[in-house]
């Protein structure tokens, strides 16, 4: 141990060394499967900023007609509907594929509509009736007409499938109205990321580079020369990652309407939709097997895919990896910072708070670059080995000193306030020094239990206490959760108080005993469920809450003392905690803790109160919630109506309060306070109070 501390500093970087190495290793050299793990958490990364980042935006004039289910099966036709229209004769002769005639008409239909260009992601491979008709439209419309071909890695026989020579003679390939339809994907799990924009023979036989080598262009390559973004084609013969578009940026439309009349007048406008569009043909039912998995979506279509790759093209939506070097240094960088923080800042929680920042900085900074530069800067390997470094150094650490103080605090926990044990251990000095008596502003809170007097009577003690303990536990660990102190147990009532061990501010300690409370009466909704589905009896609670100041200090005899605080703001909290009854309400605020916490809470005005033993009203409230949390929107715009009619009320305007307090009670007809103030109002309407009566109400009793 005194070796250890002696060699700190060698020990903690050792430590960093050797997470960053691992993480390097697996990165750099994903052999094994656990050592994989941070390239294949970049690539989930990289796949989220794909979805939730900057999307290229699809250009307007592009159009999927597709083969879906509805266009291979057809809707039910009329006789004088085929008759009528050769497309429908010929689509209804049989089964799908159809005669190749069908294609001419429907390239003479949407030219004649003005379209740009036309596309097919279809291989029109061997002979086939109807080829002189598309042969021939495709020969008139040869520079707005590109037909697909494909790459068959798995047949060796026949590696290259083109359009048949009838449609376009050979070599089809150097033909400018042909283009290969492969994607290549991802050999890990099958993945379209990126996107072969031309390819050469001897690529695709995984030979190197010669000078006679042919280059063929894909689909979506051949369609953007005819269109004029000719220049926008990435010149090498390399896989791009693009930017997707949103996964239904090109909806397919059912091909067969094309050819319907009356869909063709409703839907496309006797074709002046396809003015100056550019229009792909291909398959959009599942049942064609034409999908491909994306990061945007396991179900993007091949049709879709082209003409993603084309919009990327014109926009330069382009993604680039990190450079190798920059990776290495990155990742280095990532291990010395940690090992910085944690061999010189010393402190566990700057620590920890530090790592989130810069995760959170450099998250965000990943997010900016993809969204800015298209860079995917690497991530999950750098932040594992930030992480996992100053993770494992800040154990080492501060693991033997952790715990000695986890001994002592248990011990001490038993019988202390946790915050009250913190201070004791880590600021000794401060602490016994507050114990001579000081003057502090603080937060002080009441709860008691509502029926547990009627509970006792009639309850079996084990089970009573059993149910008291429940209580206790969970309500107490709600305050410690919020950083109050717990001042003492009286019977069931609990009294807690913030600020009188370390303040964080009076707001800030108003706000947390104020979350506190809420997270009280949630608790004691889930215990009183638990405890009625057991058939035992459920319990109310009374929550006061006031704010001031406070003498904190040991009291108590020689032979036992007590830190606690005493004042007339623990009195007025304590009778706070008892006019929750009165005006049935669970949780009642003072009006100097209500307005250090107005901004983040949803207050509402209960009464204004003289309570025993003070000499001056104060106006209380409750809460109806966190501004943070889900609160009934409805029930807040009515609260505008109670909270006008309270007001009407103060300024002895009774018939105004009473339609005000009618009005709110028109939706919640139960509310306790609402109807109180109504029936005080049809009271003062007709017996007004004298001058003198400034709508306080005096407490004579506890």
């Known amino acids: 141990m005194h070796w250890l501390g002696r060699r700190r500093l060698l020990v903690l970087a050792l430590i960093c060394f050797f997470w960053t190495g691992l993480i390097f290793v697996g990165h ?103 080829d002189p008709e598309f042969h021939a439209a495709v020969d008139r419309y040869r520079d707005k007409v590109v037909l697909g071909a ?14 048949n020579n009838t449609l376009i003679p050979p070599p089809q390939l150097q033909d400018d109205r042909v283009g290969f339809v492969n994607f290549w994907a991802d050999p890990i799990d099958d993945k379209i990321r990126a996107l072969a924009y031309r390819v050469t023979d001897r690529q695709l036989a995984g030979l190197p580079p010669h000078p006679s080598e042919e280059i063929y262009e894909s689909l979506s390559a051949r369609g953007l020369t005819k269109i004029g973004h000719g220049n926008d084609i990435p010149r090498d013969f390399r896989g791009h990652m693009i930017r997707f578009t949103d996964s239904d940026a090109f909806p397919p439309r059912p091909l067969y309407e094309v050819f ?34 994306t990061p945007m979506s396991p179900m993007t279509s091949g049709p879709g895919l082209h003409l993603q790759a084309m919009a990327a093209a014109i926009g330069h939506e382009f993604l680039q990896p990190t450079p190798l070097k920059v990776e290495l240094a990155l990742v280095g960088t990532a291990g010395l910072i940690a090992w910085s923080l944690v061999a010189f800042l010393r402190r566990p929680l700057l620590c920890v708070g530090a790592l989130v920042v810069i995760t959170a900085t450099y998250l965000g900074t990943a997010r900016l670059f993809y969204d800015k530069t298209g860079l995917l ?39 202390v306030s946790k915050n009250l044990v913190r201070e004791i251990l880590e600021n000794p000095d401060s602490y016994y020094s507050t114990l001579r008596g000081v003057r502090v502003p603080v937060t002080i809170l ?45 019977g069931d009532a609990i009294m807690a108080v913030w600020g009188n061990v370390r303040s964080l501010g009076m707001a800030q300690d108003a706000k947390n005993c104020a979350r506190a409370a809420l997270g009280m009466r949630r608790e004691l909704r889930q ?27 040991n009291i108590g005899s020689q032979e036992r003392m007590d830190p606690t605080v005493i004042g007339d703001s623990v009195n007025l909290a304590s009778r706070l905690e008892g006019l929750t009854r009165i005006y049935g309400v669970d949780i009642l605020v003072g009006a100097t803790a209500a307005e250090l916490v107005r901004e983040e809470f949803h207050l509402r005005s209960v009464a204004r109160v003289q309570v025993k033993g003070k000499t001056k009203p104060v106006d ?25 009619g309270l007001e009407k009320f103060r300024a002895r305007d009774f018939t105004e309060a009473k339609i005000l307090f009618s009005r709110f009670l028109e939706f919640y007809p139960d509310d306790l306070l609402a109807k109180m103030y109504l029936n005080r109002s049809l009271d003062y309407e007709q017996a007004p109070p004298d001058e003198a009566w400034k709508a306080v109400e005096v407490f004579e009793k506890k």
């Open 260 to 293: 319907d009349p009356e869909l063709w007048h409703a839907n496309y406008a006797d074709g002046a939709f396809f003015k100056d569009k550019v229009v792909i043909v291909g398959a959009s039912a599942q049942v064609s097997h034409d999908f491909f998995d």
């Open 150 to 163: 494909n790459f068959d890695m798995q047949n060796a026989d026949k590696p290259l499938i083109t359009p």
């Open 377 to 415: 800067l690497l991530t999950v390997p750098v932040l594992s080995a930030l992480v996992l470094s100053g993770s494992f150094s800040l154990g080492f650490e501060y693991a033997l000193e952790r715990l000695e103080k986890l001994r002592t605090r248990r011990t001490l926990e038993r019988y």
């Open 527 to 553: 215990l009183n469920q638990k405890w009625r589905d057991e058939g035992r009896m459920g319990l109310g609670m009374g929550i006061g809450i006031n704010q001031g100041e406070v003498i904190v200090g």
């Open 620 to 644: 209380v409230f409750t809460f109806v919630g966190a501004r943070d949390e889900e609160v009934d929107p409805e029930f807040l715009k009515w609260l505008e109506t109670y909270e006008e």
């Open 446 to 490: 009441f709860s008691d239990l509502i029926g547990f007097t009627t509970l006792a009577e009639k309850a079996d003690p084990e089970a009573l206490v059993a149910q008291l303990n429940e209580y206790l536990t969970r309500m107490t660990s709600v305050i410690f959760g919020g950083g109050g102190t717990l001042d003492k147990f009286i």
């Open 28 to 130: 750099f050299f994903s052999a094994a499967p656990f050592l994989s793990a941070p390239w294949r958490g970049e690539q989930s990364f990289e796949d989220l900023l794909r979805r939730e980042g900057r999307k290229t935006i699809p250009p307007s004039d592009f159009v999927f007609l597709g083969l879906d289910q509805s266009t291979l099966q057809l809707p039910p036709l009329t006789a004088e509907e085929i008759a009528s229209n050769r497309a429908f004769q010929l689509m209804t002769e049989r089964p799908f594929p159809w005669s190749r005639e069908v294609w001419a008409l429907l390239l003479d239909r949407l030219f004649a509509a003005g379209a740009r260009l036309v596309m097919f992601d279809m291989i029109f491979s061997p002979p086939y009736d109807g």
